[in-house]
């Protein structure tokens, strides 16, 4: 069994359930302008590719082509999740000893999320113990989004580890592209916002129920 020297992980879905203080915040938007809410189970499939397209994904078809509304409903939305993405969200079942686990063992571990940075790094603050996780690397300007390995092989080098001893953790399909795409060993999460099914579809090399299930499956090594 080939060893891993460093995790990187995906965040919503994937470390948090945060589905619904998503969905809560982008009703929240749509509301202000009159528009339709979605049902919070729907925002499994609106989410996962960056808050611009979630935005997009959600607006009434009128609407969603005009950059500037967009970018107007955006900073909206950015505003009502801030104040409401800690109502709900909380680490998976087992995620806290599983990455206390991996600490314990010198694992390098980081974090690549599509969420805006900002949102991101509040999140990881709260729920996760200081010093968790080597980087947190959010949406932001001059970094394209997943499934571009760019961020992933970013984290290799700072870590100073090569991509195909990475463990690349995440629950869709974009997770999967990402790992391939940047050489890592794709890791589904079955408890996150997908079907196993897109997980298999995609490539997921090691498919995991739970995390306790974690250390059955993948050697580490300092």
Not at 71 to 98: S, V
Not at 162 to 167: D, G, K, M, R
Not at 198 to 216: C, D, K, N, T
């Amino acid at each position: 069994m080939m060893e891993y020297r460093a995790a990187i992980f995906d965040l919503d879905g994937t470390l948090v359930d945060s589905l619904a203080d998503l969905a809560d915040s982008a009703n929240a938007m749509l509301a202000y302008y009159g528009f339709r809410p979605h049902d919070v189970d729907a925002y499994r499939y609106f989410v996962g590719d960056g808050s611009r397209k979630l935005i997009e994904r959600i607006l009434p078809q009128e609407r969603n082509r005009d950059a500037a509304f967009v970018d107007e409903a955006l900073a909206r939305y950015k505003d009502c999740y801030a104040q409401r993405l800690l109502y709900q969200t909380k680490p998976y079942d087992g995620i806290l000893a599983m990455l206390e686990e991996l600490r314990r063992r010198k694992i390098p571990m980081a974090i690549c999320t599509n969420k805006h940075q900002s949102a991101s790094d509040k999140i990881v603050e709260k729920l996760f113990p200081k010093n968790t996780f080597q980087e947190v690397v959010g949406d932001q300007k001059g970094l394209p989004r997943k499934p571009d390995p760019q961020k992933v092989l970013q984290i290799a080098a700072q870590m100073d580890v090569s991509p195909a001893s990475i463990a690349y953790f995440g629950d869709t399909a974009v997770d999967m592209d990402t790992a391939h795409n940047a050489g890592a060993l794709a890791v589904g999460v079955l408890w996150g916002f997908r079907p196993q099914e897109e997980l298999i579809e995609r490539g997921a090399q090691i498919l995991l129920s739970h995390p306790r299930e974690l250390f059955q499956n993948i050697k580490f090594s300092s």
